[in-house]
């Protein structure tokens, strides 16, 4: 077992070292770079395609947090599109919960930086496996690379744990409450419980929290997409609020999920149209 771990944390820490090499190179290199070197790796494992886009997904989405603390940070271009979304839910007095999609190709700090540019503080939920993933020495050694970079731009960040998931959801809604702002990724595959929607031929899975979480506070749940306009330049969207049953309606609701569902199938058709 002791050899098995080391040769893990050996894994780990030589991927590790990958990527904060990545983070000095231009962005347009990132990807084949990454595919180089993995691209072998898969060879040599012989892994499935749904292995390279996992790794993907879990070592590329981190590097802006990696280029933040280089020397002079990492430099992009924002637009915060439909704000008003936020103020109008603000001014309604119940808080709002931006429920943030990952179905694009945008790093998950962007939208973190175009609201704290915009002047709101928002609580985010988070994991503690947020970052590089959920092993000991990622926890330990790499994950505070990247949430280090993130809470530049929060005003704190939740961490919910499996022991104790009620504690967060707890803090949530204290802060909607007291009519704040708070985020929450639509990433499927960690939550507990989850709603399965088919929308145009098409299964979606979403966790039920933020629905969940709209429906007893009766704050607004506003979808957020990312998109990158042009390399560099990017544009962060506030769809109007999804529409959520109040929670004495009784039967589960399922057109904020179908709803969400049918955006990301929007956007995904934007980007197939680039």
């Known amino acids: 077992m002791r050899l098995s771990a080391g040769v893990s ?150 961490v919910i744990s499996d022991a104790a998931p009620l504690a967060a959801m707890r803090t949530l809604r204290a802060r909607l409450t007291a009519n704040h702002v708070v985020s929450i990724i639509a990433f499927s595959g960690e939550a507990k419980r989850e709603v399965e929607v088919t929308v145009e031929g098409q299964s979606f899975r979403f966790p039920s929290g933020p629905v969940t979480l709209a429906s007893q506070s009766g704050a607004s749940l506003l979808p957020i997409f990312c998109v990158e306009r042009k390399p560099g330049k990017f544009e962060v969207l506030v769809e109007p609020p999804l529409p959520v049953a109040p929670r004495a309606s009784g039967a589960a609701d399922t057109r904020p999920y179908e709803e969400f569902a049918r955006l990301t199938l929007r956007y995904r058709a934007e980007r197939r149209r680039k």
């Open 9 to 158: 944390y050996a894994g780990e820490a030589t991927a590790a070292g990958l990527a904060l090499a990545l983070a000095w190179l231009p962005r347009a290199l990132w990807r084949p770079t990454f595919d180089a070197v993995f691209g072998i790796a898969r060879l040599v494992r012989h892994k499935p395609e749904r292995w390279r886009q996992r790794m993907v997904r879990k070592w590329l989405r981190p590097l802006p947090a990696l280029c933040a603390q280089r020397p002079g940070g990492w430099r992009v271009s924002i637009r915060l599109t439909g704000r008003e979304q936020i103020d109008a839910a603000l001014a309604a007095g119940r808080g709002a919960i931006l429920w943030v999609s990952l179905d694009a190709d945008a790093p998950n700090m962007v939208s973190k930086m175009a609201f704290a540019g915009a002047g709101f503080q928002v609580s985010h939920l988070s994991r503690p496996n947020h970052g590089f993933g959920g092993s000991p020495f990622q926890r330990r050694y790499l994950n505070p690379l990247v949430t280090r970079a993130e809470s530049r731009f929060l005003a704190e960040r939740i």
